[in-house]
């Protein structure tokens, strides 16, 4: 049962946010989408020879006259340079609704040198963030630079320096040092704005002679002191680190270092074992006295074991068992918790862990050689051990990955037969989910039609034909469960083209220039926790001359 969509006018009245191409997948139906009349070729020399009677003479190939309303960004990234790499740089958004032409220059940009030391001037090994603010849709901040230098002093024109990084010359920057020795010293953090013309910039950080320090004692639920216990300062929101990391002493007791006039933060406690929740205590939660008392709830856990097994039943070994407490609040104190563990199934397939009773998040991993297995996310609800004794048994039996079959049409088919399959899961934000990043390259087999295997989540799917074609990229955003086919036609591209220049003015040359249409995750077009999300519909390269030509699809195709 083929669905065939076409554009809709009606469609120009919403938000240009929000337009986007959707398309319903019905189990056992196809999906063709397909280009005004019939598709030939995608080369000509006059309109005679487009089927829609659009020839952009001077690319050679049958353009789409319109598409609908679709916010994108055009990303460029310049060679490396020596051993920095010069930022991306980000212009737009733009609104495509057509054939789109667009010159660009980039910013100038400054290389930054110096060196991290501490208060005593020695060399202070640490990873550097430069992190600056780029506006998109008043929403968006985007990190111009962020590296990581773990090397002896290096020489640069004959000055020893720590780190050298390019960053763009013209704004303020929050420079962010994570030293390698977390025990010792804190992170730092500094605000920093380029005033200068020049192309290079010394920036030398040095720790205060005098950092802030913060004690307290750790017990247990009778007032005993608890040692060996790890204590650390972090943001209250972000949990971003803000104090080096210790360990309490034999009578209970830490000390933390922090920046100078650090305000809001909370403490990290983490007794070291897998059955130790960490616990993470506001301050306006513990005890009083000089040396603040903090409790250290005792949660009461369960063992859980069981085995896992493969659709058709054998066991697997080396499978990875990820786990996360998604709620734990000791009911006498109040100070919530948090929890995490990962074991490894045995050669027979079974697994032990110890966990607090409560709700988890658990994700079951299959080791490499089990390709056709799927990953696994559920929640589990582990039971009080005083009910049913302490072992709680739970098996597992994981399903196949969802195959899905594409089938991609063009004329000459030796066109469809050459693109380029891939699938990107989409991150999602929730705190059940414990593996992102998951990724599948498409298996040819033949005659335009490729073969995904995945995971029950949501993924880009893109397919991406040579740039020579004179096609544009299709993009689906599937669902977590298709087992059904898909079936595309290359519709007839939108041109983005125009010639970059660097800040200088001269051709900026073999820079790679990424069309990323805007995709709001939200009906009212406002960005979710995970802010904007950007999809790459297209990627090409300037020539000598600094031009470049993008041919991407009129719509961005979703689910």
Not at 374 to 390: K, L, Q
């Amino acid at each position: 049962m083929p669905v065939t969509f076409s554009p809709s006018g009606a469609w120009r009245s919403l938000p240009a946010i929000l337009v986007s191409l959707s398309i319903v997948i019905l189990p056992g139906c196809g999906l063709s989408v397909a280009a005004s009349g019939d598709a030939i070729a995608n080369d000509c020399t006059d309109n005679t020879d487009c089927s829609n009677g659009l020839c952009d003479a001077i690319a050679g190939i049958c353009i789409s006259e319109t598409s609908e309303l679709l916010p994108f960004m055009i990303t460029v990234v310049p060679l490396v340079s020596g051993s920095s790499a010069v930022p991306s740089q980000y212009f737009g958004p733009y609104t495509l609704d057509g054939p789109f032409a667009q010159n660009l220059q980039l910013e100038k940009t400054v290389h930054v040198i110096g060196t991290v030391v501490d208060s005593n001037g020695e060399q202070v090994p640490a990873h550097i963030e430069f992190q600056g603010n780029t506006d998109i849709q008043g929403e968006e901040t985007r990190t111009y630079a962020k590296r990581t230098y773990r090397q002896p002093l290096l020489a640069f024109d004959d000055t020893l320096v720590d780190y050298s990084t390019t960053v763009i010359a013209d704004g303020t920057y929050r420079i962010r040092v994570e030293p390698e020795d977390s025990a010792q010293l804190p992170p730092l953090e500094q605000s920093w704005s380029n005033n200068t013309e020049s192309d290079f910039v010394h920036v030398d950080i040095t720790y205060p002679i005098q950092l802030d320090s913060w004690s307290g004692k750790i017990v247990d639920t009778v007032g005993n002191p608890r040692s060996g216990i790890q204590a650390k300062a972090i943001h209250p929101e972000t949990g971003v680190l803000e104090s080096n990391i210790t360990t309490s002493n034999s009578n209970g007791v830490f000390t933390l270092l922090l920046r100078p006039h650090l305000s809001e933060f909370a403490i990290q406690l983490d007794g070291g074992t897998a059955a130790t929740p960490t616990v993470v205590v506001n301050l306006e939660q513990l005890w009083p006295g000089n040396t603040p008392s903090i409790l250290m709830p005792d949660f009461t856990t369960r063992i859980l074991s069981g085995s896992v097994l493969e659709p058709e039943g054998e066991v697997i070994a080396g499978a990875k068992i990820l786990t996360r407490a998604l709620a734990l609040t000791d009911p006498t104190t109040n100070v919530s918790a948090e929890h995490q563990s990962s074991v490894q199934t045995s050669a027979d397939g079974t697994y032990s862990l110890a966990l607090p009773v409560g709700q988890h998040a658990i994700a079951i991993v299959p080791p490499p050689d089990s390709r056709n297995v799927a990953i696994f996310e559920t929640t589990i609800d582990v039971d009080d051990p005083s009910a049913s004794g302490d072992i709680q048994t739970m098996d597992f039996q994981l399903n196949n990955k969802s195959v899905v079959e594409i089938k991609v049409s063009s004329n000459p088919e030796t066109i469809a037969d050459s693109v380029t399959v891939n699938a990107s899961s989409i991150s999602k934000g929730s705190t059940t989910q414990l593996v992102d990043g998951r990724s599948s390259s498409g298996t040819f087999l033949g005659n335009g039609a490729y073969q995904l295997q995945l995971d029950p989540v949501a993924y880009d799917i893109q397919i991406q034909p040579e740039s020579d074609t004179g096609y544009g990229w299709l993009v689906w955003d599937s669902s977590s469960h298709i087992n059904t086919s898909l079936a595309g036609e290359f519709a007839f591209p939108v041109p983005v083209q125009g010639a970059i220049e660097a800040s200088n003015g001269s051709p900026l040359t073999n820079a790679i220039v990424e069309i990323q249409a805007l995709d709001p995750r939200s009906a009212s077009g406002v960005p979710d926790e995970q802010g904007w999300r950007f999809i790459t519909i297209g990627r090409g390269t300037t020539d000598e001359q600094g031009s470049y030509s993008v041919l991407v699809s009129p719509f961005l195709y979703r689910e």
